[in-house]
């Protein structure tokens, strides 16, 4: 994420709305990352937002029908926008070697929006949307994105970015440069680093971090995009035949009725829980190796340590402690998640043939096409419960 954004100069703002309106004003800008308008109008009459998760319905146009109904059209979409966060939406899992972003790209914005919008704004979204390198390790999986998702009220695109923690001072550098705190002054983050990197976003970028527990976020990131699918496609799969090399082939899964299932993440370590509802789980047992997967790392211990995450890493068997656990909490879904599966066929085959072989052909290895993003689509799912009043 080295790579700088082309620095542009913010667009004039009209004038501030009368004190009556409680729309708040941040920088000059308004909290969603709009200019204010024009002509402000009054926010007279609003109820209480719906939940912030709970889908919109479709406002007409405002170009046509009589002022008063346009005058009542545009107070909707004013409370739509106090009750949203500002924009651009971000959720974040800052990880022991890898940091994962999640963006979601608006495409309903209208013209009178594209007017308001600040620059910074537009810019951050046309860099990030038009790239699919940033810099010389940050990666956008574009075979991942999410097309036509509504997301509080909003339709658009979800982007998937990845780029080495090790970067993650020049990412943070860039948000100070770019002046992303005069849109945002929080960013929801999960993952270790998020607590690493806390003083460094704050002195170096002007940003405060709220942080989220990470097992949290990594199941209701899964379940989340479970729900969507993938594209219309299933986001859940497993192998069929996988003791038989030649008859061995990838097939859907549905994972409608995910409970209870036993969630083995394999990133920077292994956990595995046992979930029996999006809000009740445990940690069942987990162990670490992950950071072996980095030369840096390789290359700071000793071949005497090394030996010993290798001889840990074979000999807990994955695929078998897996099994043994769904055994013992009597559950019959095993599904695999974490970066440590990412573009490693070989490794799903090896845990979807031990599943199979260990369990006697009772247990199948379910896997996600998102494997290692649940986390910072968790982030972004608690970013969107926030409003501008928090």
């Known amino acids: 994420m080295g790579e700088q954004l082309r620095a542009q100069p ?16 941040l920088g000059g800008l308004l909290q969603n990352g709009f200019h204010p308008a024009s002509q402000p109008l009054s926010n007279g009459g609003c109820g209480e937002a719906p939940h912030p998760l709970l889908l919109r319905p ?5 170009g046509h029908g009589s002022p008063a109904k346009k005058c009542r059209l545009r107070r909707r979409m004013d409370s739509g926008r106090r009750h949203r966060p500002p ?3 971000f959720g974040m899992d800052i990880g022991g070697t890898l940091v994962k972003l999640v963006y979601f790209e608006p495409k309903d914005i ?15 979204r046309k860099y990030l949307t038009s790239n699919t390198a940033y810099g010389k390790t940050g990666i956008r999986d574009v075979h991942l994105e999410l097309k036509n998702l509504t997301m509080c009220g909003r339709k658009g695109n979800l982007h998937f970015i990845r780029f080495p923690s090790c970067a993650m001072h020049r990412f943070i ?3 100070s440069e770019k002046n992303f705190s005069s849109l945002h002054t929080t960013l929801c983050a999960t993952g270790g680093g998020a607590y690493k990197f806390e003083e460094d976003f704050r002195t170096i970028a002007d940003l405060q971090l709220h942080k989220l ?12 995009v479970d729900s969507v699918g993938f594209n219309g496609q299933p986001e859940c799969y497993y192998f069929e035949n996988p003791t038989d090399p030649e ?15 036993l969630l083995v993440n394999i990133g920077s370590g292994v956990s595995i829980l046992a979930v029996y509802s999006k809000d009740n789980y445990k940690r069942v047992t987990g162990s670490s190796f992950g950071h072996m997967m980095s030369k840096e790392k390789r290359d700071s211990i000793s071949k005497e340590d090394l030996a010993r995450a290798t001889l840990v890493t074979i000999t807990n068997n994955i695929g078998s402690i897996a099994r043994m656990c769904a055994l013992n909490e009597n559950i019959d879904k095993v599904v695999f998640v974490g970066n440590f599966l990412r573009i490693n066929m070989i490794s799903m085959k ?12 009772q247990l199948k290895a379910l896997f996600l096409e998102h494997e290692g993003y649940f986390g910072a689509v968790g982030a972004l799912l608690e970013l969107l419960k926030m409003t501008d009043d928090q």
Not at 58 to 62: N, W, Y
Not at 248 to 257: A, F
């Open 10 to 25: 913010a667009a004039p703002a009209g004038p501030p709305p009368p004190p009556a309106a409680s729309c708040s004003l």
């Open 58 to 62: 479709e406002l007409p146009p405002l």
């Open 110 to 124: 209208t013209a009178e929006e594209e007017q308001e919008e600040v620059e910074n704004l537009k810019s951050i």
């Open 213 to 224: 527990d990470e097992l949290d976020c990594l199941i209701q990131g899964l379940l989340y």
């Open 87 to 89: 924009f651009p939406w």
């Open 350 to 361: 090896v845990l979807a043939y031990a599943m199979d072989y260990w369990s006697k052909g």
């Open 247 to 261: 008859q061995c082939q990838k097939k859907p899964y549905c994972l409608d009725n995910p409970y209870p299932m």
């Open 173 to 175: 550098q860039m948000g």
